[in-house]
C-alpha cells in the first residue's frame, strides 16, 4: 500500500462522523445514503461529502442503481495497514510467547 493511500485511510479514519457511517454500513450492507442520513443531524450533501472521503479512501464501495446508491464496507485497506505494521512482530512475538509458556510449564 502505498504512503498517499494509507494517509487516505487515516484521514477518512480521523473523524468520528465518518466513523460512525462505516459502522452504519457494517451493519448494514447495502443501505442507501437516504438511510445513512438518517443517523446524523446534518446536511444531506455534507454526509455525501464524508462519504465522498470514505469512498476515496477505499473504505467503502458504492453501488448505483437507478437513483439509489447502495453502500457497502471494504475493510482491506484497514487489513492492509495492520498487516503492514504487525506480520514482522507478529512472528516475533508469537515464538517468544510460546518459549514463556513451554518454560512456565517446564518444557524448556
Known amino acids: 500500500m502505498k504512503g498517499e493511500s494509507v494517509d ?3 484521514h477518512a479514519l480521523a473523524n468520528g462522523h465518518r466513523r460512525q457511517i462505516l459502522d452504519i454500513v457494517k451493519a448494514s450492507p447495502g443501505c442507501s445514503v437516504k438511510e445513512v442520513c438518517r443517523h ?3 446536511s444531506r450533501i455534507a454526509v ?10 477505499g473504505l467503502l464501495i458504492s453501488e448505483k442503481e437507478g437513483r439509489t446508491r447502495s453502500l457497502y464496507f471494504n475493510s482491506v485497506p ?3 495497514i495492520h498487516e503492514r505494521w504487525t506480520d514482522e512482530f507478529s512472528a516475533l512475538w ?3 510467547i510460546a518459549r514463556i509458556k513451554n518454560r512456565a510449564e517446564g518444557k524448556s
Open 40 to 42: 446524523f443531524d446534518m
Open 78 to 80: 484497514i487489513q492492509m
Open 8 to 10: 487516505r485511510v487515516f
Open 48 to 57: 455525501m461529502k464524508h462519504l465522498t472521503v470514505l469512498e476515496r479512501a
Open 94 to 96: 508469537s515464538h517468544r
